[in-house]
């Protein structure tokens, strides 16, 4: 370390947040291991949690030291955003929804919160893992957009390994959340579903329209269940 941690190799950096490795290999090798294993630093920062804790060794401490580090490290390429954020297209939107979804390797479910003229007030993770099997709870969703008194939302979720195509559980969810948004003054917005190189918007393609317009005609009979 006499000349920095910028003269360490990669083994070496993991090796001084593992710390220890175990019987018969030491805490340099196991990170060569690693780095073998994941092919590079890169993959390794970005592979999926439940596959480093499959690495032998990988257990613990070591693997909440390692798993902190790399969020850090994720979370510091994130470009700082300005407080007051305003968010009036799609594209606005895809571009921040872009750097927040960076370098994740499993689904995450966000909703956007906005004043009457579109300024940020709040980004929540709603749900992580699958969105078509963790169903993120509406009401929560809407129960935060009262909290922190929006008049918008703009729900949206990756596809962390594949093409941003429309499932109809997306279509499904969509659509209560605008059964749950309307009957209280709550416009939402957009969904956005980012994939590997891809983004799909239920506004832009028209989707979102075509739901409003079911839900209208469905009235606000589905609107008691959702928020039960």
């Given at each position: 370390m006499s000349l920095g941690p910028h003269a360490l190799t990669d083994a070496e950096l993991i090796a001084i947040l593992i710390r220890v490795g175990f019987k018969g290999t030491n805490a340099v090798e196991l990170a060569r291991q690693l780095l073998q294993h994941f092919g590079s630093l890169r993959s390794l920062v970005e592979a999926p949690v439940l596959a480093l804790l499959e690495m032998k060794g990988m257990k613990g401490a070591k693997a909440a030291q390692l798993l902190a580090a790399m969020e850090i490290a994720r979370r510091v390429a994130i470009p700082v955003k300005h407080d007051r954020l305003q968010i009036k297209s799609t594209a606005t939107a895809t571009t921040y929804l872009q750097e927040r979804f960076f370098g994740l390797s499993e689904e995450h479910f966000r909703v956007l919160y906005l004043n009457r003229k579109n300024m940020l007030l709040d980004d929540a993770l709603i749900a992580r893992g699958v969105v078509d099997s963790v169903h993120p709870p509406i009401r929560s969703i809407i129960a935060r957009a009262l909290q922190v008194n929006a008049s918008a939302l703009i729900a949206a979720h990756n596809h962390p390994s594949g093409a941003a195509e429309v499932s109809e559980s997306d279509r499904?969810?969509?659509?209560?959340?605008?059964?749950?948004?309307?009957?209280?003054?709550?416009?939402?917005?957009?969904?956005?579903?980012?994939?590997?190189?891809?983004?799909?918007?239920?506004?832009?393609?028209g989707l979102l329209d075509e739901l409003e317009l079911h839900?209208?005609?469905?009235?606000?009979?589905?609107?008691?269940?959702?928020?039960?």
């Open positions: 499904l969810l969509t659509q209560d959340l605008i059964a749950a948004a309307h009957p209280l003054g709550l416009k939402l917005l957009d969904h956005v579903i980012l994939g590997e190189d891809t983004t799909f918007s239920f506004a832009d393609s839900c209208m005609a469905a009235g606000g009979k589905h609107r008691q269940t959702l928020l039960k």
